[in-house]
């Protein structure tokens, strides 16, 4: 501590409060105070005691003056500017060794706050030299405890690392540099007498930057370690961070309400840190007249963890206590209550978001600031389904043949209708939209439009970053993809005909679904795991495998379970799905049970994440839950059997890239996607997401003038609707009235043009409601058509086309084998991610899906999908499916009951059974089954084989018929 500088302070801030310290301690005062001062911070930390101040036997002092919230305090400006900054180099901090010293130590009147080490290569030395002197340090000396000081900094010409706690060689110094190139360093500075560095001195230890820091930014929180124990940590922004909200704030603080931010933040940069220290911020922000911007900040989030950031740091600080509320219960009451007082910030689920829509319409004159959390952060896989409950109303457009949506696009519809329904004045409301991976829209909708046409976000910090300075993981640095290859062959006389794109479809389906091919790809994965994961870091590494559908996890989960028992791993397995699925869809033998995720896992579903962290469960399998907003540090390892695309490949992938102290890597083993399939998403959101051109308002003519083509309707239609619909005192039954004419000439066309009408009337009611935000134009008629288009598809019903999957019956897999196709790391560029805007419409009527003979079909698979297969290969597959046949057997089920016969009576009925069995070979592999005729020591084994293994899957608990 600096006496000096500290008495010069609080004299000329706090004179009378002084001379009654001084009445009441004597000539001793100042020893008296620093010892008092000294135990408060030991006790309390440096930074409570600046923000709260100090008391000594009856007085308060105030250690540091922030920067007032507006400029009407005259005496607190004045005081604000009274700050004594100070710097001593070589600094000798030690006392048990006297002649210790550090290289600069930063003081806020008096007390210390910020050390460093500076190294030059000129003299031998670099940050590595200036890290390894604090890990060397004794952490127990005053100035280094934890707490004492906010951080120690390790620079050298080119780079910046910092560290708020010294642990010794545990010490963990994170980078704080500005970025080069969308990845680590800092930009090489050009001049004499510059460094790279010099933006740490120019910037960060300015007195309005640091007093910012310490007021704004500074956290302390306490976390539990996985063995349960609690830890203290202090959080000190890093550089990404307060550019990005300092830049945002500026902006707002010059531009005031009314505009729209995108904030690209890759995983790992800190989102939730960054989104409470941005809405603290705007909650206390006045334009220059000495007003608030904002009445109140609206934050929308689905993730508990931003919930308790907020209220930790914002709750830290006692000037805004009691100003941030969390909408949980009573929603719409609730959130009407905080507006109505005008909390500062309330926080609001994605459920409630549409409330908050509403008190936006009713409140016209107030302003706010709408901060948007990761689009895409639910786990479970519920919450864009729940919110598209909540938002789309039971009489919405159904449209996009259930194409899954997330809630980036549920978010975005609904701020389309901000501008379009609820005719909001954009000066109203700003919104701040944080995201890793913005889709087109997304970026037309709320990034900066660049002189060329093209659109950027305001603020970026990319993956490549985040990598390279190690705050996530390359998940494609170990990447193994597998082809499956297969034979099908009809098993009926007749050849019939079936739409070849959905045919083709279901068989790949069959084929990746089946019995054998499930087992044979469990035993590849368990193999991988047990041989190359399950001694990753410190040997309690995990893996996720991610399946196509609800019933295809159910299939792997049960075979997995099996081969583990068989080969007795100390270790279990997990299953993720939502809602119930019937057992006739995983497999004829559990016609009648119910599958759900809690009766397989034994606990319920709300469980699983807590529970997958136990050591005992090493393997999670998933469908459609787990791929976003899935936060396991030890999950190391990803078996992809899903087709992956876009956003979804990289947000699922993502769950792997998470960092552990004792994590070095990642490993994938995809059965679906080849490389380059993952390459192209991943290099979208690598450096920096651009949309190349805007998209043409003039294609909501293309799809009325297509829309116009089917003569359904004509402009009386219209007209008609318009007169009721924009009139005062219009009545809903004569709007519905109006829109039977149409209805009815819809309801005569052929079920494709149907089908083919209501997507292209639903989507131009969703382009209409995008695009009306950005065009420079009005035009009355296009605003009629929206109006009559949005009432008229919701009315328009189509029944869904029902799947051919009695196909699946009429084939068998004559062979089947996974290949390895490609194994290493899949490298991406320093290009810009470039999107597309939002597709022209296509043709008027979609292709028809041809009806082809089976047989045709097949042999067309068998072409794309065959290879050259060894006999080994035939062999296993035609007795795989001899297996299958015989465990599916009526009769054989039966007699495999232990309660009601013995093995040797089993054994005499699959005797009668297996020679029928065996005929059905002919049709799949002749030379094995003249084999096993020919060869009677050969037919033997075979049998032997397969009673055994049909008896052992019977008699076995999973295999069991639920009658």
Known sequence: MDPDMLFDFIRATQSEEWKKLKSRHGMDVKEKFLDRLTKDIKKRGTLKVLRTGVKDVGCHFDLVYFKPENGLNVEHQDKYRANIFSVIRQLHYSTKTPKKSIDMVLFINGIPIITAELKSPLNGQNIEHAINQYKERDSTEPLLSFGRCFAHFAVDPRLVFMTTKVMGE?????????????????????????????????????????????QNFLQIVSK?????????QLIFPRYHQLDAVNLLVENTRINGAGRKYLIEHSAGSGKSYTISRLCDKLSGLHDESNKNIFDSIIVITDRRVLDDQLSQTILGHEHVEGTIVSIEKDKAKNLAKAIESNVKIIIVTLQTFPFAIDFFHKTPGKRFAVVIDEAHSSQTGDTARDLRRVLVTEDSVEYEDEQE????????????????????????????????????????????????GTFE????????????????????????????????MKKIKDDPQYKKTIASSLLKSYVGSSE???????????????????????????????????????????????????????FEVLVAFSGTVKGENVRKVYTGKDFTESGENGFPEKHTAEKFKE?????????????????????HTMYVDKKLGGVEAVQTLSRLNRRHPEKSDTMVLDFVNDAEMIREPFQRYHVKTILTEPTDPNR?????????????????????????????????TVLYTSLRPAIERWGRLEDDEKRDFKKRMATFVRQYAFLSQIIPFFDEKLEKFYQYSKYLVKELHVGLDRLPTEITEK?????????????????????DGRLRPVPEPGAIHSIEDELTPLSEIIEEINEHFGTDFTEEDKVGQALGYLEKNLTENPRLVAAANPAVNKKEDFDLVFKEIVSDELNELIEVNIDLYSKIKDDADFGKLVKEMLLNNVYKKLVSKDSLVIS
Do not use: C
Request: net charge negative.
């Open 170 to 214: 545990s010490t963990e110094f994170l980078p704080f540099n500005k970025g080069y190139q969308y990845g680590a360093g800092n930009p090489p500075a050009y001049g004499e007498d510059n460094y790279d560095t010099a933006y740490l001195w120019e910037e960060i230890w300015k007195k309005d930057m640091l007093l910012d820091i310490m």
């Open 224 to 232: 539990k370690g996985q063995n349960g124990a609690i830890s203290t």
């Open 405 to 452: 949506k997330d809630v980036e696009d549920i978010i975005n519809e609904k701020m389309e209708e901000i501008t379009t329904d609820l005719k909001l004045q954009p000066k109203n409301i700003s919104f701040y939209a944080f995201t890793a991976t913005p889709k087109n829209k997304t970026l037309e909708m709320f990034g900066e439009r660049q002189p060329d």
């Open 457 to 488: 976000p305001f603020h970026l910090y990319s993956m490549k970053q985040a990598i390279e300075e190690g705050f996530i993981l390359d998940v494609l640095q170990n990447y193994t993809t597998y082809t499956m290859y297969f034979e099908l």
């Open 516 to 570: 054998y091919a499930i087992r044979k790809k469990t035993e590849l994965m368990l193999n991988h795991f047990w041989t190359g994961t399950k001694d990753r870091i410190g040997g309690r590494s995990k893996a996720m495998v991610v399946t196509s559908s609800r019933a295809n996890a159910i299939r792997y989960e049960l075979e997995f379970k099996k081969q583990v028992k068989e080969k007795e791993y100390p």
């Open 615 to 635: 050591d005992k469960y090493r393997i999670l399998i998933v469908a459609n839950k787990f791929q976003t907003g899935f936060d396991q540090p030890l999950l």
């Open 700 to 732: 909501l003519y293309d799809y009325e003038n297509q829309l116009k083509d089917f003569a359904v309707f004509d402009n009386s239609d219209i007209n008609k609707f318009a007169v009721e619909y924009f009139s005062s005192k219009g009545k809903q």
């Open 811 to 831: 084939v068998n897999m004559s062979s089947f084998r996974i290949q390895e196709t490609s194994k290493g790391s899949i490298l991406l560029s320093d290009d």
